[in-house]
């Protein structure tokens, strides 16, 4: 079932930090130059190695000392951006020591907008959540709960409004392939009547997959050409994407190194069409 949020009611809001960029009528950048960034965090737990899914396993369900300064360093990385899309974040529980990640992140990387999406809420024990990100205020942000067994989500962002919107959908897709064709059936769905479409998120599984053997194929999306991005420790395989609509012009794309996760952040920036860039500036 969709739960739809206005934003004013489902974002989170902290004081508005200074914005590099200046914003036209539309709401969105008056240069059209757009910093995105999608990351699983895996709760801000290390991992360098496979052994460590089992050594350091209770992570996952007890606090630890660790976590801290991993979420620091994601924060200060997250600060170039303007807008990011998060993974296995914890919405506040013991594990997180009841800390929203999503919410912390933002703090830490002065973003005046976030949202974060609960997809499988285990109680005190584990609050796992998709989150969001951003400098630029959307016009409509949409949660929406993916097809298949419960815990996998997607959040669908509108930036300005009519037929020159920009629609950014970020997401955690499943690892079975075809629950996971079930999923992006339903987000083929979501972005059908936008022109500008930015498909965003851990989709667990590689870009020719999305591109020429899912329900995605026949809508002209672009996959930048990435490095892996999974293991983080030794990165043989590319889970985490950015898809572009044919319009919106690739500037840089890049992985960053950042071992925290068991994956690596991917990061684009992007130009927007003209049509964006013609606005009155509002700052």
Not at 21 to 32: K, M, V
Not at 40 to 67: A, C, K
Not at 122 to 139: E, F, I, K
């Amino acid at each position: 079932m969709l739960r739809r949020w206005m934003v004013e009611r489902g974002v989170g809001l902290h004081s508005p930090q200074v914005n590099d960029h200046c914003l036209a009528a539309s709401g969105l950048p008056e240069d059209g130059l757009l910093r995105l960034l999608s990351f699983n965090i895996q709760v801000g737990n290390s991992t360098e190695g496979y052994r460590h899914y089992l050594t350091r396993g209770w992570q996952h369900l007890l606090p630890h000392r660790g976590r801290a300064g991993n979420l620091q360093r994601i924060g200060e990385v997250l600060a170039d951006y303007d807008l990011v899309a998060l993974q296995e974040a914890d919405g506040g529980s013991h594990r997180s020591g009841y800390v929203n990640q999503v919410e912390h992140l933002a703090h830490l990387g002065a973003f005046p907008y976030w949202y974060q999406q609960l997809n499988r809420n285990l109680g005190r024990l584990a609050q796992h959540s998709n989150g969001v990100l951003s400098r630029l205020c959307p016009t409509l942000l949409e949660d929406h709960p993916l097809p298949g067994p419960p815990g996998r989500g997607a959040i669908l962002l509108r930036f300005g409004d009519g037929p020159e919107a920009l629609a950014v959908v970020m997401m955690h897709l499943s690892l079975g392939a075809r629950t996971r064709t079930r999923q992006l059936a339903y987000i083929r769905e979501l972005i059908s009547g936008y022109r500008h479409k930015v498909l965003m998120g851990d989709m667990n599984t590689h870009a020719t997959d999305l591109l020429q053997h899912s329900p995605l194929r026949d809508l002209g999306l672009l996959a930048p050409q990435v490095e892996a991005t999974f293991p983080s420790w030794r990165p043989q395989r590319c889970l985490d994407h950015i898809l572009l609509s044919s319009e919106l012009h690739l500037e840089r794309v890049r992985v960053l190194a950042l071992p925290i996760s068991d994956h690596l952040p991917v990061a684009v920036e992007i130009r927007l069409p003209a049509p964006h860039q013609g606005n009155a500036p509002l700052c």
